[in-house]
């Protein structure tokens, strides 16, 4: 079975600051991938990156990166820049190299102040 | 290119009735999986379909159901509706090649039993 803990309910941030989500999770595959998904409200849950557990190097997305903790099981978003539009529920899931069945996180509500 | 989208949208049904939900995945995508987000308990995964075929199944009690047509749309069934029943639920297709790839979601059904 895999699990997946976001640690942190909400987080505030200041327009053009930056924030850091919290992730970890536990698995007992091998190859695997981790995700950061955001879900605006109202709005349809869109991939904002992606990370795959065999590789060492961290994923960026334009003012979105990720910092991969393999052995420590840590899978963290750095939103930078944040604009308004970041405003979001962002959750982070798991799947396993084999399957299409996600495991996500409770979630991290993200409020961005103008 | 059109994305996934699930009918109806919102719905309120009442304890002890049947409920059908849709889902039209992307064009050429043939895995469609569907997951339940609540308040209490996130998003949880009920069921995977490729081919027409399950693949995976979530810890769902059996009054949930689903099915794939050959042109990979998709249903799922609630019955004997519960109070507990009421959610957001999810419809994401993808490939179906392997969990390599991304997840699109479509908007959602919220139902609520009254």
């Known amino acids: 079975a895999q699990t997946v803990t976001q640690s942190q309910p909400e987080m505030s941030v200041q327009e053009a600051e930056t924030v850091t989500l919290s992730c970890t999770y536990d698995?007992?595959?091998?190859?695997?991938?981790l995700f950061w998904y955001k879900q605006p409200p109202s709005r349809q849950m869109i991939l904002v990156i992606r990370?795959?557990?065999?590789?060492?190097q961290n994923a960026t997305e334009n003012r979105f990166s990720v910092n991969f903790q393999k052995a420590a099981k840590s899978f963290s978003l750095k939103i930078s820049d944040s604009q308004l539009g970041d405003a979001a529920m962002y959750f982070c899931?798991?799947?396993?190299?084999?399957?299409?069945?996600?495991?996500f996180g409770g979630g991290t509500r993200v409020l961005v102040k103008p | 290119k059109a994305g996934v989208t699930q009918t109806p949208r919102y719905l309120i049904k009442t304890r002890g009735q049947q409920v059908t939900l849709s889902c039209s995945p992307i064009?050429?995508?043939?895995?469609v999986s569907w997951y339940q987000q609540t308040p209490g308990q996130g998003l949880q995964f009920l069921f995977e379909?490729?081919?027409?075929?399950?693949?995976n199944k979530g810890n769902f009690p059996g009054r949930f159901s689903g099915r794939q047509f050959s042109n990979s749309r998709s249903e799922m069934n609630v019955s004997t509706l519960e109070l507990g029943d009421s959610a957001l639920y999810l419809c994401?297709?993808?490939?179906?090649?392997?969990?390599?790839?991304?997840?699109?979601f479509g908007e959602g059904s919220r139902l609520t039993v009254l």
């Open positions: 994401a297709s993808t490939s179906g090649t392997g969990g390599t790839g991304e997840l699109f």
């Open positions: 698995t007992s595959e091998s190859d695997y991938y």
């Open positions: 990370q795959e557990a065999y590789k060492q």
């Open positions: 899931a798991i799947i396993k190299a084999a399957g299409n069945k996600l495991t």
């Open positions: 064009s050429g995508h043939r895995s």
């Open positions: 379909y490729f081919s027409e075929t399950q693949r």
